[in-house]
């Protein structure tokens, strides 16, 4: 009796599919296959060839989801370092900000360096570690015969009020490189006042201020020697401001006259 051949139904199931039941697919592919009521051994091919298939097919997937699992672990680690590379651009730049709002502080910005001249910035302190401009301004003029460039004016006051003065005086902490003055300036003149007052009551309590001024000239840059002078002076008044500012008059005429500092 003639058997008639009846085809397979094609069977389409989605890619995304063989991910969730691959089980269950071969399952549905024997199962049409057996209803279909072909022959045994055609069954067997086409079973066989369903199931390679399948296999090809759940291959393919596999292989293209580690594809995006590694596109997307490399997607990940190019988004790390690029926050990384943010988080660290950022630190600078703030790191870099914060220094110059500390130069600006202390510093003013001057003109530039002429090649070949040396820079020198001289500030005078008084003895309540505030600026002192009239002994600043006398240094100032007696040095402009030196072959020196004098930046005058290139500390702020804060340089002084803020203890930057005296450290840099004594040699101590890392102050020429934290203001970046080897940029700037070749050596630096500092003057720091002292005043001790005194009375005499056989002269109606006249009051007596002796004034020393203490003068360093410090290399910025090189191997310099460091040099020193000492100018004192005294002054007399019925008051501790009468009596001092007579002694600072005649330091000030002191340091016009002296013929003894030089830079070289």
């Given at each position: 009796?003639?058997q ?41 091919r ?6 390679v ?42 790191a ?39 002994v ?129």
């Amino acid at each position: 009796m003639r058997q008639d051949y009846i085809m397979p139904i094609p069977i389409v199931v989605p890619v995304d599919y063989f991910c969730l039941s691959r089980q269950v697919i071969l399952a549905n592919c024997v199962q049409a296959i057996s209803g279909s009521g072909m022959s045994g051994k055609n069954s067997k091919r086409v079973t066989t060839f369903v199931c390679v298939m399948a296999a090809i097919a759940i291959l393919i997937h596999v292989v293209q989801s580690v594809r995006e699992q590694k596109r997307a672990v490399a997607v990940a680690q190019q988004q790390r370092e690029m926050e990384s590379e943010a988080i660290v651009q950022k630190a600078f730049q703030d790191a870099a900000a914060e220094h110059a709002s500390y130069l600006a502080q202390y510093v003013n910005s001057g003109p530039a360096r002429r090649p070949g001249v040396e820079a020198v910035a001289i500030v005078a302190a008084s003895e309540d570690g505030k600026l002192n401009r009239a002994v600043t301004a006398a240094l100032v003029n007696r040095f402009q015969s030196e072959p020196v460039e004098i930046a005058h004016s290139f500390f702020k006051p804060a340089f002084v009020s803020d203890g930057l003065f005296n450290d840099a005086f004594a040699g101590t902490g890392d102050i020429f490189n934290k203001l970046e003055l080897a940029k700037s300036l070749d050596a630096l003149l500092l003057a720091r006042q002292e005043v001790r007052y005194s009375s005499n009551p056989s002269l109606e309590n006249v009051i007596t201020a002796t004034m020393q001024l203490n003068v360093v000239a410090l290399p910025v840059t090189g191997q310099a020697d460091s040099k020193s002078w000492t100018f004192t002076a005294s002054g007399a008044g019925f008051k501790q401001e009468e009596a001092r500012a007579m002694a600072e008059q005649r330091l000030i005429k002191q340091i016009t006259t002296d013929t003894n500092m030089t830079f070289n």
